[in-house]
């Protein structure tokens, strides 16, 4: 499985929403507090975009030299239709600073320096330690997991639901209760799908070996079908 640390830079590095939250700062309206873009620099730092006139902004300005504390919290919802649907959170906590000269013109990036970060997710809830955020690197998947998943569930949805049948004793026992396979996350390890109906429950599907890429990624989906399909 994915460790924890790898967990958060996914979804850091994705496409997920995420609010900047500064104790202290009243009266900001949630969305004035969602950063236009964020990347994260050599040393993990997280570098946010945000409209010179935010609330984030202007505390950052006044705090000057003084520690601005902060917390980057980022939601990781599912790109396809399913019950619960928001697959996790992660927040990075840390302080907050102005960077000098790297803006675009009509943007301000702030610098968050990561203290200390956490995730809770379909895995489970786990701290990472500073260093740790560090060294891990996202998962290979996560810029085209969106569209894969959108994918799979519109043009392969009959071949997701054969999975149920690797299921054995597990899928006996929810005989006639989960009606419909929607395929809810995936990353180099293997694939989750969500079996709904009177029952709501997960399923993870290893793959032989983790994938690299895309066409890893095709040949070890086709072994999964294969699989299903004997």
């Keep these: 499985m994915p460790s924890a640390a790898e967990r958060t830079r996914t979804l850091v590095q994705g496409t997920c929403s ?3 939250i500064i104790p202290g700062l009243d009266g900001a309206l949630p969305y004035q507090l969602m950063p236009d873009s964020r ?7 997280v570098f946010l975009v945000f409209p010179p006139d935010s609330p984030a902004v202007r505390a950052a300005t006044h705090a000057q030299d003084d520690e601005l504390n902060a917390v980057l919290e980022v939601t990781d919802v599912a790109p396809v239709s399913v019950p619960h649907r928001i697959r996790g959170r992660a927040w ?6 102005l960077e ?3 803006a675009e013109p009509g943007r301000t990036v702030l610098r968050l320096e990561v203290g200390e970060a956490c995730v809770d997710d379909l895995w489970g809830a786990e701290s990472v330690e500073p260093e740790e955020f560090v060294s891990a690197s996202p998962d290979p998947l996560v ?3 969106a569209e894969l998943l ?3 569930h519109s043009a392969h949805s009959a071949e997701v639901q054969t999975l149920r049948g690797l299921l054995g004793e597990r899928a006996d026992g929810s005989s006639g209760t989960a009606t419909v396979a929607v395929p809810v996350a995936l990353d180099r390890f293997g694939l989750r799908v969500r079996f709904t109906g009177v029952q709501c429950f997960d399923a993870r599907f290893d793959f032989p070996e983790p994938v690299k890429d895309v066409n890893e990624l095709r040949r070890a989906m086709h072994a999964l079908f294969d699989a299903a399909a004997r």
């Design 39 to 45: 990347h994260i620099g050599p040393d993990a730092e």
């Design 100 to 102: 000098q000269g790297r």
């Design 143 to 145: 810029e085209h997991e």
């Design 92 to 97: 990075l906590s840390g302080w907050l600073t």
């Design 150 to 152: 959108q994918h799979l």
């Design 18 to 20: 995420s609010v900047l």
